[in-house]
């Protein structure tokens, strides 16, 4: 039983107070051992190692996340695994508590090592990582899905068993690669080195020229990947970068809207495929498929064809860029079809616009050459109807004129027709129709006067003779008297 006057003595305020002091001041310098202790170890463990440089890319470091194996030799009872938690401390039987974030298995090793000597004699330490934790890196700019990712990290083979790191050209891929509009000169890879920034430029174009990089950088955890946008778009480079494995993927559907001089005008859904088809139809029957390369000409040949007053040497593609600005890119159909520069046929990305102008004035050679082309659909239509010997809808050639239209509904009713002059009526793209007389001469060429381009889905009028008015309105008034004659006829009347 505890003597009450000692109780008394302990409980006065003054006495306690001093108690603590005393237990404090016990406790301190053992605390400030520990601390020591662990700062001379670090600084053994650090020594004891090669320093490592900032870009050196060879030697994992330990975080939260990695799950290690500490080795405690001739003490298996010390020895264990450890998932490393965020703050990076694990807590080791004897000597507790030991922070191991930002340092190498062996450095860390070290360090315990020192710590298990104050019990053992020369106690021999090895560390093991079992399973590296992801790392979280950042794409940004001409990518296809800029973003956060998490990499895995695996581990490595051979003449290199250490961990081995995602590099760029990981990253690229699973954000699902560059656009066409990326200048792959100068992407670039930023690292935080301690409380800076350490920027390095990456000439990815080598990679497509040479098949190599002159340095194959790997990632680390925080590292962003910035893909800048060309200032001049290159054809012959966009080509290259589509054809690249690290860009994006041939074969993903991309939605491109077309407007202008085609036949119909709107967004199309392009899917690259083989190339076995480059036409077929009609402007109007919507059942042309072409496949292969998602070029301009491909997005035209879906659109149904150019019409008649396309402009095709002054084409223009619209392409948004990540960073908010519009790439102008002209293009010339015309040199393609002539010189058979393939750099004219653009591919395309999802988002682009093609605008295909009117032509000012039309060449009836350029007009004719262009109906051959797949650039035209293989037939238009056109209505001919009165006083033609096959009245009715009639598929013609892109860029026929008129008087081919005509001879294809096969010729004028040389008794009833007017061949003077005809009607003709257009549907306009805004939705208003034109109606205008056109004289007719067989003899002339194409010109707007009188043998005009017919667009598709025109209807040619052939009007009546006089004499076939004549002839028409006769057998109305008379055509009832003749039905009374054969009555009374039939009566012999």
Do not use: H
Not at 47 to 65: H, I, M, W
Not at 173 to 192: C, E, I, P, S, Y
Not at 328 to 349: E, K, P, R, Y
Not at 432 to 461: C, H, M, Y
């Amino acid at each position: 039983m505890l003597n009450t006057s000692l109780f008394k003595f302990l409980t006065q305020p003054v006495v306690g107070t001093a108690l603590l002091i005393a237990a404090f001041s016990a406790y301190l310098p053992s605390v400030m051992a520990q601390s020591s202790t662990d700062q001379r170890c670090l600084s053994q463990a650090l020594r004891n190692t090669t320093q490592q440089n900032e870009s050196d890319t060879s030697t994992y470091t330990l975080g939260g996340g990695d799950r290690i194996r500490v080795n405690v030799f001739e003490v298996p009872e010390y020895t264990g695994e450890y998932q490393v938690p965020p703050g990076g401390a694990i807590n080791l039987p004897l000597i507790g508590s030991v922070r191991v974030q930002g340092l190498t298995t062996e450095q860390a090793a070290d360090l315990i090592a020192c710590k298990y000597s104050t019990y053992l004699k020369r106690p021999l330490i090895s560390v093991n990582l079992l399973s590296p934790r992801p790392i979280n890196i950042f794409v940004a700019g001409e990518v296809t899905r800029p973003g956060a990712y998490t990499l895995s990290l695996s581990g490595g083979a051979g003449d290199n068993p250490g961990v081995q790191y995602p590099t760029v050209l990981a990253a690229l891929t699973t954000a699902q690669g560059v656009t066409l509009a990326a200048d792959v000169t100068q992407v670039q890879l930023r690292r935080k080195v301690r409380s800076s920034e350490r920027v390095v430029t990456l000439n990815l174009k080598q990679l497509i020229q040479t098949g190599t990089l002159p340095e194959d950088i790997t990632l680390r955890d925080g590292d962003t990947i910035v893909v800048p946008t060309a200032t001049d778009f290159n054809v012959a480079e966009s080509r290259n970068i589509f054809a690249a494995n690290f860009a994006a993927s041939q074969t993903t559907p991309r939605t491109v809207t077309i407007i202008g001089e085609v036949n119909r005008p709107g967004s199309y859904l392009v899917t690259p495929g083989s190339i076995n088809d480059q036409g077929g139809g009609t402007a109007n029957s919507g059942t042309a498929t072409p496949t292969g390369l998602p070029n301009v000409t491909r997005v035209i040949q879906l659109a149904g064809g150019i019409t008649a007053q396309a402009d095709i040497r002054n084409l223009r593609l619209r392409r948004l860029t990540r960073s908010g600005s519009e790439q102008a890119i002209d293009i010339n159909l015309w040199q393609l079809l002539q010189s058979g520069d393939a750099n004219q046929d653009i591919i395309v990305q999802d988002g682009d616009t093609i605008v295909i102008p009117t032509a000012t004035e039309i060449n009836p050679a350029e007009a004719t050459q262009l109906a051959t082309t797949t650039l035209s659909p293989a037939r238009i239509q056109v209505g001919v109807v009165g006083e033609v010997k096959r009245p009715g809808l009639t598929d013609v050639q892109p860029n026929s004129s008129l008087n081919q239209a005509i001879l294809a509904a096969g010729g004028f009713n040389d008794a009833r027709a007017s061949s003077s002059a005809v009607d003709l009526i257009r549907l306009n793209p805004n939705g208003s129709v034109t109606k205008r007389v056109v004289k007719i001469d067989f003899s002339a060429g194409i010109n707007e006067q009188t043998n005009p381009i017919l667009r598709n889905n025109d209807v040619v009028v052939v009007g009546r003779s006089g004499i076939a008015k004549f002839g028409d309105t006769t057998s109305t008034v008379t055509g009832p008297l003749g039905v009374i004659f054969s009555i009374l006829n039939l009566f012999g009347l």
